[in-house]
């Protein structure tokens, strides 16, 4: 009995551990987000402020056009995220539950998808882009991401779990091959489909190299791109403002997920998937 009272204290230190661990970074940016640029750089380190300076929040507003960006960003991740679902859905079931020619080879090449990094395709996509005159738009910051291989992998996954005996039951009674999607498919796949969304609008959130590659103008740019305006200053980097900024990026998407986590953790407890 000693023995699993001292194993429960020993794991909940080592968690607590972690977790101060993983949250001072956080802390840390807080901090520095409301204080002066004199006391960022004293000698004596202090996590909380002498005097909170929320006048730098106004400060980044003047610098650069933060709502526009912030609605850009949300335009985006949401277009990208649309679009994904409305693809991916089908196309997983397509790979799940039909049979045709060359099904095999077609999804192997969504599953190389995945393990092309960006980088790799960059100039095809930004040639694609500018042939078409779709630089300096919002939709030629959604197009090349609008396929998710990662998507269709993991959806065709959940949808293989379904049980056959479902399917049939949904023909006898007059499905098709939409209504069962709808109706079955998708109720079922739920934790799977929140799960990716949540991967699909924090990637595209935090994406700088495509928008600063296609975006030269404030109106279509999103809120990384603004946030570098602070990194590259001949003056140097602001700390205070930089920061700031960055937690202006970063609250949206903590909010999002802390807003989202109960349904996240719920659909995988209520899940009716059996195998």
Not at 6 to 17: D, P, R
Not at 46 to 66: V, Y
Request: charged share 15%; aromatic share 12%; hydrophobic share 55%.
């Amino acid at each position: 009995m000693e023995e699993k009272k001292y194993e429960v204290v020993v794991k909940v230190l080592i968690l607590h551990t972690v977790a101060v661990i993983m949250i001072l970074p956080f802390v840390w940016l807080v901090s520095t987000a409301l204080k002066s640029p004199v006391e960022v750089f004293t000698p004596t380190l202090s996590l909380i402020p002498e005097k909170l300076m929320w006048s730098n929040f106004a400060a980044i507003m003047d610098r650069a056009p933060f709502w526009l960006y912030m609605l850009n960003t949300v335009i985006v991740c949401a277009g990208i995220l649309a679009i994904q679902l409305t693809l991916v859905i089908p196309a997983a079931y397509a790979f799940a539950r039909l049979d045709f020619p060359g099904k095999d080879v077609m999804f192997l090449l969504f599953v190389i998808q995945i393990m092309l990094p960006l980088e790799s395709i960059i100039i095809p996509n930004y040639l694609i882009t500018k042939k078409l005159g779709l630089l300096n738009t919002r939709t030629g910051l959604i197009l090349p991401f609008v396929a998710s291989g990662f998507g269709t992998f993991m959806l065709r996954q959940t949808f293989k779990q379904v049980p056959q005996a479902l399917e049939d039951a949904a023909l006898i009674d007059g499905a098709g091959h939409l209504r069962f999607i709808w109706y079955v498919l998708i109720p079922l796949s739920r934790p799977t489909i929140v799960t990716f969304s949540m991967i699909s609008i924090a990637t595209h959130w935090n994406d700088y190299f495509w928008p600063l590659i296609i975006t030269d103008v404030d109106r279509v740019r999103t809120l990384t791109i603004g946030l570098g305006m602070f990194v590259q200053q001949e003056s140097g980097s602001d700390w205070t403002l930089l920061m700031a900024a960055t937690l202006f990026v970063c609250v949206p998407i903590i909010a999002f997920f802390l807003a989202t986590q109960k349904t996240f953790i719920k659909s995988f407890l209520t899940s009716g998937i059996k195998g």
